[in-house]
């Protein structure tokens, strides 16, 4: 079945530097990857998405890219500042029904 | 306000007693799910429900159950044969079927179960 690896665990940037979280999947039959931030104590909710026709996507100061030969993808965000604390999870699923495998979440910690 | 209410927040329960966590969303959604968020891992999926009086297995389903007697409505009882229940739960929801069904989940604020 799928498998979904995310690095790093823990990512500590300055405050305004750009910050890089990478998830590897499995199976090149997923087509849907998107990325949740969850703040302390609250639910995950989605901040950007992509799916496998495309291989760049920009939201403001965040950015989703994908890379089907080497079955990896990345979320980029910009001009980092303090309410970008959070942990991040990536996520890939295959077919329309959107059942999702989740990486393990990386803790992004801006450093004033 | 339109979203997905969790309850209780906190409990605090003894070994061997069953509970029960609610899930009521307000959104209209189809699908709803419960998911089991413990340190260092994904997000891994114990039952969802895609229409009422019906739900399905996830990939840790033992030792919990599930109803869905109502559209609004997804209970989680969390029962003593969980091994290990002491985590956060999170319930969430999904349009399915339409033009808006984009994948998004949509999630509740959590229930952190600690079993003593």
Redesign the interface.
């Known amino acids: 079945g799928e498998n979904v690896e995310q690095h790093p665990s823990t990512l500590s940037v300055q405050e305004g530097d750009s910050a890089v979280i990478k998830c590897t999947y499995s199976d090149s039959a997923s087509n849907y990857f998107p990325w949740y931030k969850q703040e302390l104590g609250k639910g995950p909710q989605l901040i950007i998405d992509i799916r496998s026709n495309v291989g760049e996507k920009k939201d403001q100061r965040i950015a989703v890219t994908l890379n089907k030969t080497a079955k990896h993808f990345s979320l980029h965000i910009t001009e980092t500042q303090p309410e970008d604390s959070a942990v991040y999870f990536c996520a890939a699923s295959l077919g329309g029904n959107y059942q999702l495998i989740w990486g393990a979440g990386t803790k992004l910690i801006i450093k004033p | 306000d339109g979203g997905?209410t969790q309850s209780p927040k906190y409990l605090f329960r003894k070994e061997g007693q069953n509970v029960t966590l609610s899930c009521e969303q307000n959104l209209n959604h189809d699908a709803m799910y419960w998911y089991r968020q413990d340190p260092?891992?994904?997000?891994?999926?114990i039952y969802y429900s895609q229409i009422v009086n019906d739900f399905q297995k996830g990939d840790i389903a033992e030792g919990y159950s599930v109803s869905r007697e109502k559209k609004e409505s997804f209970p989680l009882t969390v029962t003593s044969a969980q091994k290990n229940p002491t985590a956060f739960y999170?319930c969430?929801s999904?349009v399915i079927g339409t033009s808006k069904?984009?994948?998004?989940?949509f999630?509740?604020?959590?229930s952190r179960l600690t079993v003593l």
């Open positions: 997905i260092g891992q994904g997000l891994r999926l999170l969430a999904r069904d984009t994948g998004e989940l999630f509740g604020e959590g």
